[in-house]
């Protein structure tokens, strides 16, 4: 099985630097995923890693670390619009029992409620 | 407009009476998927599927049944739906499950099971 922890909420200010962690265990990891999720709406992607190191896009970045099994996801420059909650998505393969080669499942933690203040 | 479309978006029913939960993308992807979302739990997949006629159990799949006879179809079945299966439910796809693409999620179906 895999097991994905993430913190349950974190709390920063307007303007600030947050990091959410996310540590992971799984067998055949193939690929780490980021997602933020505004309350009742569906969640929208924000970034993918799959080899080890740093990926930006804007204010948002996502480090992974395989051989730690830990990623983190780094918002900057923070806006109120910001405050949602944080997913990371582990996927791996392939899967025991599964359809066979090629049957990737994707596991998601229990989310980082962030909250933005001014 | 690229998009995943769930209907119905609310659903309140009692419990036994079989319902359909249906999902549709006119994005030509591959790979299709369900998740339940509860308070404190999280995202947690149901069912997923590769491809057209090839589906694989999730995390939680008993109580659920699905089918991909169509690539852009891949409805959610529940033949006896319980009060345990109350949940907003979100469908969800991507170009293939091994891509680094994202998957696109549905706006949600909220089930209320009595």
Not at chain 1, 54 to 61: A, I, Q, T, V
């Amino acid at each position: 099985g895999q097991n994905i922890d993430q913190p349950t909420e974190m709390t920063a200010t307007e303007g600030a630097i947050v990091q959410i962690n996310c540590t992971y265990q799984t067998s055949g990891f193939n690929g780490l995923f980021w997602y933020q999720q505004h309350a009742g709406e569906a969640p929208t992607f924000l970034s993918y890693n799959v080899l080890d190191g740093l990926e930006e896009k804007g204010r948002f970045s996502s480090f992974l670390s395989r051989s730690k099994g830990y990623s983190y996801l780094l918002l900057k420059e923070l806006q109120m619009k910001d405050s949602a909650s944080y997913l990371c998505a582990v996927r791996s393969f392939p899967v025991p029992g599964g359809s066979g080669a090629g049957s990737y499942q994707l596991t998601f933690g229990k989310g980082t409620k962030l909250s933005v203040i001014p | 407009e690229a998009q995943v479309t769930q209907n119905p978006r609310y659903l309140i029913t009692v419990t036994g009476k079989k319902l359909t939960v249906t999902c549709s993308q006119n994005m030509n992807h591959e790979y299709m998927s369900w998740y339940r979302q509860d308070p404190g739990l999280g995202l947690r997949q149901i069912y997923y599927s590769m491809n057209v006629e090839v589906t694989d159990k999730g995390d939680v799949p008993e109580g659920y049944k699905v089918s991909r006879k169509e690539k852009r179809n891949f409805p959610l079945i529940l033949e006896s739906p319980s009060p345990n299966q109350t949940s907003l439910y979100f469908c969800a796809s991507s170009l293939r499950g091994n891509s680094n693409q994202p998957q696109h999620f549905g706006d949600g179906t909220r089930l209320s099971i009595l």
